[in-house]
């Protein structure tokens, strides 16, 4: 069971975004800007392109309305879309607010957001679904 499944479960806290019958999204405890949101399915695969079909399909669709409230969080020019899947092996895709091609750079220092800054950005993002 990855560390995904088990916060898919609860048994892991997380400062959940959205979910749906086969979806979950929720705030990268170590984001590269505030508002970073991981969407995953909630079928245990490691790479996203062995999701299945219907899954990988309407995980876009799933992701859209989260992009589009990213978006009117934060100070950014567009919601940034990454698959990396190197960390976790549980398919996932980032959603990141950015102003250029440098905020999507997974090789830059992580932000370190205190508990209370966290709940405020997951509220924000909510608040504007």
Do not use: W
Not at 14 to 40: M, N, Q
């Amino acid at each position: 069971m990855t560390i995904f499944s088990k916060i898919i479960a609860a048994e892991i806290p997380s400062y959940k975004i959205a979910e749906s019958d086969k979806f979950y999204a929720f705030l990268d405890i170590f984001p590269l800007r505030k508002g970073h949101t991981l969407v995953i399915p909630k079928v245990e695969v490691d790479n996203l392109f062995d999701v299945p079909d219907d899954y990988l399909s309407e995980m876009l669709v799933f992701a859209k309305p989260i992009a589009k409230a990213i978006e009117k969080s934060f100070n950014c020019n567009r919601c940034g879309v990454s698959v990396i899947g190197i960390e976790v092996p549980h398919a996932h895709m980032h959603l990141i607010p950015i102003n250029d091609a440098n905020d999507i750079n997974f090789v830059q220092e992580k932000l370190k957001l205190s508990p209370e800054e966290m709940k405020e950005v997951q509220e924000l993002i909510v608040s504007n679904l």
